[in-house]
């Protein structure tokens, strides 16, 4: 089921991009958008976002991986002066090679029984690790998925995805978007995250290991020589999991979904 976003939380959206949020400390880090940036949108359905966007940038890169939704936006823009400025992809963003751009907006898909984690976790990493770095990604996901990208030590919801996308990136929940925004209605309830990638990031070897390379064996093996088989991974932070990369592997592979 693909749903259109309300006109509202769109200008909203922009609105946010446009001149950033006060967040963590109170301090504003501004997304900024430039009349000279070049934007990816993922998942532009109509267009209703992606013409606010062509207002404001140089180039928008719209990505959509249904056709008619494709052709309805391609028409929306024949003949006007933004038609040059948008640049097409119909197709997987998942399966497509990213051209270079400074910023990023999605509204990923809604379906009925869709696992948000099967599309999401690896559109964000494709993202996080996509080079050259990009400048910062205003992105709308399943209300569970946001909570569990910004989740901090101790929270219920603090698990691998939360520590492997803070270690890339900064992450700041902020919005909650009721599904009352939609046409039609999902049943799920949404949030917008914004998130800016670690640049430099973070010193670690990111190839494969070893197909016979026993990961949990080796993880037990070190937890028993530390003394740390009682700290539980829910209660460490950032800091702690690079300590634990940097002491004991010279070749470590994070799991990406």
Not at 87 to 109: S, W, Y
Not at 163 to 182: I, P
Not at 188 to 202: A, F, K
Request: glycine content about 4%; proline content about 8%.
């Amino acid at each position: 089921m693909k749903t259109s976003i309300n006109t509202n939380i769109c200008k909203l959206l922009l609105n946010t991009a446009y001149t950033g949020l006060k967040v963590r400390h109170k301090a504003p880090r501004m997304a900024a958008l430039r009349p000279t940036d070049v934007a990816l949108e993922v998942g532009p359905g109509t267009g209703n976002m992606t013409i606010k966007l062509l207002e404001k940038v140089k180039k928008v890169i719209a990505c959509e991986i249904d056709p008619r939704l494709a052709a309805e936006l391609q028409k929306r823009v024949q003949g006007t002066p933004q038609q040059n400025k948008l640049h097409l992809i119909v197709g997987d963003v998942l399966k497509t090679e990213l051209p270079f751009f400074d910023i990023c907006v999605a509204n990923l898909p809604y379906q009925i029984n869709f696992n948000p984690f099967q599309i999401s976790s690896p559109f964000v990493f494709k993202l996080l690790l996509h080079r050259p770095f990009f400048r910062c990604a205003v992105l709308m996901f399943q209300r569970e998925f946001a909570q569990r990208l910004v989740a901090k030590p101790g929270d219920k919801l603090y698990c691998r995805l939360s520590v492997n996308t803070q270690l890339l990136a900064r992450v700041d929940h902020l919005m909650k978007v009721g599904k009352n925004n939609f046409r039609p209605p999902p049943k799920v309830e949404s949030s917008v995250v914004r998130i800016e990638p670690r640049n430099p990031p973070p010193p670690i070897n990111f190839q494969p290991v070893a197909d016979d390379f026993d990961v949990k064996a080796k993880v037990n093996e070190i937890l028993e020589k530390d003394n740390l088989e009682k700290k539980r991974a829910r209660t460490m932070d950032i800091d702690d999991f690079l300590g634990f990369v940097f002491l004991h592997f010279t070749l470590f592979q994070i799991s990406m979904i």
